[in-house]
C-alpha cells in the first residue's frame, strides 16, 4: 500500500515551489551583477565564444585540433578565474551565480539513485501529518499556558524527598527542551500518571514546537488511530496511516490503554512501537497506567519497548477540574 496520492501531489507543488523560488533568487543576482558590474557580462561572453569554437575545431580534422582544443580549454579556464575573481573583488561569493537547490542530493528533482529523496519525503509527511492532524481538530496547546502552580508542594507518594511542585517542574522542563532541541534523533518519551494531569497538554505542547520548528508530527489518541488502522485495512476506507505513523519525524500516541484489548490492537501497537524504536524514530506515548499497571494490560515484549523510553512520572490531581473552578 502507498502513500495517499494527493499526499505526493502535494509534495510535488511543495516542490515546485521551490525550484521557483530559487529560479527567481538565481535571476535577482544575475541581473544585480551584470547591472553593477558590466565587465562580468563581456567575459561571459567571451567564455560562450570560446565554447562554441570547440565543436567546429572536433569537426575540422584539422592535424593541430588536439593543440587548439587544449588553447581553448586553457583560454576557457583563464576566463572563469577572471569572472571569480571579479566577483570577490565586489565582496561577492565565488559561487554566487552558481545554481541554487535547497537539497544538494537531488538537487530539487525530488529523486536520486532511482529512488525518492529523503527532502522529498519529508514534504509527504509533511503534507499528511498536516491533514491528518487537521481532521482530528487537534487543539495544540504551548508551554506557556502550563501553569505550575496547580502542582502541590506535597511530596511525591513514591519520593518523600521530592515535592510534587519540583518534580512536575522537572518534567516541564525537560519536555520544553525535548522540542526546543529535537533533530529526530532523540529517545522517545513514556508520559505516565492519572487523568488530568497534565500529559495531554505537555505532548502536545511539544507537537506544536516541533511543527513550528518544521518537523511533521502525527499526533493521535490510541483508539482513534487503531480504529483508523483497523478501517484502512479490511477495505472501509482509503488511506495508508501506518505509513505515516512509520515515516513521519515525530508520532505522539496519546492515552494509551484506552483502546479494546483485542489480538488486533495488541498486534498493531507492537507492530507502531517496535517498528520506530527499531528506526530510532522518537515518539511519545502517554498512558494513565502506572510502571506496576502496565505489565498487566500488555505483553512482556510491549512492554519492554515501553519502558526502553524515558519515563516521566505526572503528580498532582485533575489540573481540568481546577481550570474550571477558577472559571
Not at 100 to 120: L, Q
Not at 134 to 139: D, I, R, S
Request: aromatic fraction near 10%; include cysteine.
Amino acid at each position: 500500500m502507498s502513500l495517499n496520492e494527493k499526499y505526493y501531489a502535494a509534495a510535488h507543488f511543495q516542490l515546485d515551489k521551490r525550484r521557483e523560488h530559487n529560479k527567481t533568487t538565481e535571476e535577482k543576482r544575475r541581473n544585480e551583477v551584470l547591472r553593477t558590474l558590466p565587465e562580468y557580462g563581456q567575459l561571459e561572453a567571451r567564455l560562450a565564444l570560446t565554447a562554441s569554437k570547440i565543436a567546429p575545431a572536433i569537426l575540422s580534422h584539422d592535424g593541430n585540433v588536439t593543440e587548439l582544443i587544449e588553447k581553448l580549454r586553457r583560454e576557457n579556464l583563464n576566463i572563469q578565474r577572471n569572472m571569480a575573481a571579479l566577483l570577490e573583488k565586489s565582496g561577492l561569493p565565488v559561487d554566487y551565480l552558481d545554481p541554487i537547490y535547497t537539497c544538494p542530493v537531488c538537487r530539487d528533482r525530488g529523486y536520486a539513485d532511482g529512488k525518492w529523496c529523503g527532502c522529498f519525503m519529508k514534504l509527504v509527511y509533511a503534507a499528511a501529518s498536516k491533514d491528518m492532524n487537521e481532521q482530528a481538530a487537534m487543539t495544540l496547546s504551548r508551554f506557556d499556558d502550563f501553569n505550575l502552580n496547580f502542582y502541590p508542594d506535597a511530596p511525591c507518594p513514591d519520593n518523600p524527598a521530592v515535592s510534587q511542585k519540583s518534580a512536575m517542574t522537572e518534567v516541564f522542563t525537560y519536555c520544553f527542551k525535548f522540542a526546543e532541541n529535537f533533530d529526530g534523533s532523540e529517545s522517545g518519551i513514556l508520559m505516565m500518571g492519572a487523568t488530568g494531569l497534565g500529559k495531554t497538554h505537555l505532548s502536545l505542547a511539544i507537537a506544536n514546537r516541533v511543527i513550528e520548528r518544521g518537523y511533521s508530527v502525527i499526533y493521535g489518541s490510541t483508539p482513534e488511530i487503531l480504529r483508523t488502522l483497523n478501517s484502512e485495512q479490511f477495505g472501509r476506507s482509503d488511506g495508508d496511516t501506518m505509513s505515516l505513523l512509520m515515516g513521519c519525524d515525530l508520532l505522539v500516541l496519546d492515552d494509551l490503554g484506552a483502546e479494546n484489548s483485542s489480538e488486533y490492537n495488541l498486534s498493531q501497537i507492537y507492530e507502531i512501537i517496535n517498528a520506530r524504536i527499531n528506526r530510532r524514530l522518537p515518539m511519545i506515548v502517554s498512558t494513565n497506567f502506572s510502571v506496576r499497571e502496565l505489565p498487566e494490560r500488555y505483553s512482556d515484549r510491549i512492554c519492554s519497548r515501553l519502558f526502553s523510553m524515558y519515563k516521566m512520572l505526572f503528580y498532582g490531581s485533575d489540573n481540568r477540574l481546577k481550570v474550571n473552578n477558577q472559571n
